[in-house]
């Protein structure tokens, strides 16, 4: 399984980012994904994630009505919608998807993971 992201940059506080994954090898349907981000010197957080079946969703406190996690099965492709974005969302986002389709909120289960996007908030 190999994932791809995409979609980091530079946005003012307020704005807007789209971050894009996409799967080759497996589809993420009948699987969990994940988007987790992390800045220097602390852990990998999880941000948010859908289900294997794509019916639950879960988002940290800090992104919760800001952020919307959705899927594309058609694409393969993940996305994190960014809204009202501040300096604290400053981050490398990862995406992640696992095959231990009932620990979807574990962090520790997620072992397919893309490349980081940057995504830089500036005041």
């Known amino acids: 399984v190999q994932l791809q992201a995409s979609g980091g940059g530079l946005a003012q506080a307020g704005g807007s980012l789209r971050l894009s994954c996409k799967a080759s090898g497996r589809t993420f349907s009948g699987y969990p994904e994940a988007w987790f981000r992390q800045v220097p010197e602390k852990e990998r957080d999880l941000v948010a994630a859908f289900s294997w079946s794509g019916g639950r969703t879960y988002y940290a406190d800090s992104v919760k009505d800001r952020f919307t996690i959705s899927r594309d099965n058609a694409k393969n492709t993940c996305y994190l919608h960014m809204n009202s974005l501040n300096p604290d969302d400053t981050a490398l986002y990862y995406c992640?998807?696992?095959?231990?389709?009932?620990?979807?909120?574990?962090?520790?289960?997620?072992?397919?993971w893309g490349q980081g996007t940057l995504v830089t908030v500036s005041s």
């Open positions: 992640a998807t696992t095959d231990s389709i009932g620990r979807w909120l574990e962090p520790s289960a997620y072992n397919f």
